[in-house]
């Protein structure tokens, strides 16, 4: 099975830190995806990323950046966070848009 | 118009029941669907994927697919009470660079 492992379940935060999710598979996937997922909000896109080296906007980019140096491993960077970053983030990998995509644990992530 | 629309319920049933859930979606170039399970708290879990229109069974699981009516469901026969969690459709088109859109999902409750 394809395994997507995100480094931290939980993971509290002071305003203005510089935040850094990881997220690795094992699966030689080309695609990987950052969701957040917030009561009432659904799953919504932050980033994604095709390839090595390359990384595409999703539907709210805004306050965040991504690196996908290595294949396998997928980072998130919330540069300066702040309190409406306190959310659950969903890493995802995927052989392709036709196999779906394999979530990680998730990172709840709380930023005071 | 939301590309994908699920009643976020919360939906009810009785256990031993039959539990129907619905979903719509508004580009009809779709190509893949797919049915994620989320239990509160946890990242989602694939559980069934359909390509084609028609019915595909897997255990007490049944996906339908009507692509001219933009229609998916997913009926779930002889419902436990651990069948209880978040149902979430997810669609995606030709391209292999689309991106699975995810409805907001249906909240289903078994009860005893």
């Known amino acids: 099975d394809v395994k997507v492992t995100q480094s931290s379940r939980y993971l509290v935060k002071r305003t203005g830190e510089k935040v850094f999710l990881e997220c690795v598979q094992d699966?030689?996937?080309?695609?990987m995806f950052w969701y957040r997922q917030d009561p009432g909000l659904g799953l919504r896109l932050i980033y994604f990323s095709y390839d090595v080296k390359m990384k595409e906007k999703g539907d709210i980019p805004e306050g965040y950046s991504v690196s996908r140096e290595k294949k396998e491993r997928f980072s998130l960077i919330l540069e300066s966070a702040s309190t409406n970053q306190t959310s659950m983030y969903l890493c995802?990998?995927?052989?392709?848009?036709?196999?779906?995509?394999?979530f990680g644990s998730g990172t709840r992530l709380t930023v005071v | 118009q939301k590309e994908v629309e699920q009643n976020s319920g919360p939906l009810s049933v009785p256990e031993g029941a039959i539990a129907s859930l619905n979903c719509t979606y508004s580009d009809r170039g779709s190509q893949s669907f797919f049915w994620y399970r989320q239990y509160s708290g946890k990242s989602p879990e694939l559980i069934m994927s359909?390509?084609?229109?028609g019915d595909k069974e897997d255990g007490r699981f049944t996906a339908q697919l009507n692509k001219a009516s933009q229609y998916v469901s997913l009926l779930i026969r002889d419902s436990q009470p651990s069948d209880s969690a978040t149902y979430l459709c997810?669609?995606?088109?030709?391209?292999?660079?689309?991106?699975?859109?995810f409805g907001s999902g249906t909240r289903l409750s078994i009860r005893p």
């Open positions: 699966m030689d996937h080309e695609n």
């Open positions: 995802a990998s995927s052989a392709g848009q036709v196999y779906g995509y394999t």
């Open positions: 997810a669609v995606s088109g030709y391209s292999s660079a689309s991106k699975i859109i």
């Open positions: 359909i390509y084609s229109n």
